[in-house]
């Protein structure tokens, strides 16, 4: 979610990876797991086009959309990975720079299907792909609980288009969790990076299609 006037450099860009699963083979496998402790995520590579079909509407009306991403344990040459299975539109009340989500009934869905969240994903309509102070409260509240929790955001009206984050942790996870401040253009300032592209680190796009899509509004 976007304030409009904080706007700081984004980290690094994206360069999405777009893997098949046959092409993640033992050399890629091997740089993968060794680079991180984080769980190994795939990520469906027709996911952000769906998603931004969806939100168009919203989109065009210069308001947010927000989904949560659902999935389960998978494994990946006998080590335990998470896949996204479902995409799932939470009932939600969108501005231009928010989109709040009612996130009841996406953990009744979850439970019912024995689907985890691991994802977060909304779009940017009028900025750039950046966490926002407002974003990184949001995606600390998840990744205290789920290490390998990610944020996408979707700038459809800027380059590059998605952006795939989480907090750096440390330092940017305790910073933000340790943050009272409630304005929402407040900023985190710190020396160090408080986000990073998660794209290069335990995510991996597939060249898969996403099994499913659930609009709950
Ligand atoms: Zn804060």
């Not at 680079?35 to 952000?48: S, W």
């Not at 947010?64 to 991403?69: I, S």
Request: proline share 7%; hydrophobic share 30%; aromatic share 6%.
């Amino acid at each position: 979610m976007q304030n409009g006037i904080s706007r700081p450099p984004r980290p690094p860009s994206p360069g999405s990876r777009i893997l098949s699963a046959d092409q993640i083979k033992s050399d890629d496998a091997d740089t993968v797991f060794k680079k991180t402790e984080l769980k190994v995520t795939h990520v469906p590579d027709d996911l952000t086009t769906r998603f931004l079909s969806i939100a168009s509407l919203n989109t065009d009306k210069h308001k947010e959309t927000c989904g949560l991403l659902l999935g389960k344990k998978g494994r990946l040459q006998d080590v335990d990975i998470y896949k996204v299975t479902d995409l799932v539109i939470p009932k939600q009340r969108s501005a231009s720079d928010s989109c709040l989500m009612v996130e009841d009934e996406v953990t009744v869905y979850g439970e019912e299907r024995n689907l985890i969240t691991l994802g977060w994903i909304h779009t940017h309509p009028h900025s750039s792909c950046f966490m926002t102070s407002s974003d990184m409260h949001i995606l600390a509240n998840f990744q205290r609980h789920l290490p390998e929790f990610f944020a996408i955001i979707c700038s459809p009206n800027h380059y590059p288009e998605t952006g795939v984050f989480r907090l750096t942790d440390p330092p940017g996870l305790k910073r933000v969790m340790t943050c009272k401040d409630t304005d929402p253009l407040h900023s985190h300032k710190h020396q160090l990076p408080l986000y990073t592209d998660a794209d290069k680190g335990h995510i991996v796009f597939v060249s898969e299609t996403l099994p499913t899509i659930a609009d709950l509004r």
